[in-house]
């Protein structure tokens, strides 16, 4: 709860001026597509349009404000930009952990990152610290989604994952 309470006091930090909103998320899709064709030193890597969702492993809405799209799991949501003769689809923003609006998933990815004995014997048992098991077993469908979109991606941006053990079973993923 303190955690969320303190992420939720950031999130509204982050104060995108109506007038700048639409100058600010072309830019940032602008740049992003740009990166992706970076990547073959070609024009674009791809030949048919391409649909860009992303996976944010971070709790707060600052990249849809950044993107200028709604934090609601709205699949048929997808915003269009025309670049290096593409039309780039961004779709929605999945929170593969959970977001301050819905369920925060909090803790470790598995019970060997627990040091105190009698924590790590409870979360054995029960699943609680352990972030794919409280996925699996609670209601969080955009854990769920996330795997799905990492499993059938050609091109993954991360956002907000941890490079260390905390977010393993991610690294597996990918």
């Known amino acids: 709860k303190s955690l969320g309470d303190y992420l939720g006091k950031q999130q509204k930090r982050l104060q995108i001026p109506e007038?700048?909103?639409a100058s600010v998320s072309s830019s940032f899709k602008a740049t992003l597509v740009d990166m992706?064709?970076?990547v073959n030193a070609q024009e674009f890597p791809y030949n048919d349009d391409v649909v860009i969702g992303f996976v944010n492993f971070n709790y707060t809405d600052t990249l849809e404000r950044i993107?200028?799209?709604n934090s609601a799991l709205d699949i048929n949501q997808c915003k269009v930009l025309k670049r290096h003769k593409n039309s780039i689809c961004?779709?929605?923003v999945v929170h593969a952990h959970g977001a301050l609006s819905l369920k925060m998933l909090f803790g470790v990815?598995?019970?060997d990152q627990v040091a105190c004995l009698v924590i790590k014997e409870l979360s054995a048992s029960d699943g609680d610290l352990i972030?794919?098991?409280m996925a699996i077993h609670g209601d969080n469908q955009s854990y769920r989604i996330a795997k799905d979109w990492i499993k059938n991606a050609e091109f993954v941006v991360?956002?907000?994952l941890s490079y260390g053990a905390t977010d393993a079973s991610w690294w597996s993923e990918l």
């Open 109 to 111: 990815d598995n019970v």
């Open 36 to 38: 992706i064709a970076s």
């Open 90 to 92: 961004f779709r929605h």
């Open 67 to 69: 993107l200028g799209c």
């Open 131 to 133: 972030k794919p098991q």
């Open 19 to 21: 007038q700048d909103r």
């Open 158 to 160: 991360l956002f907000g």
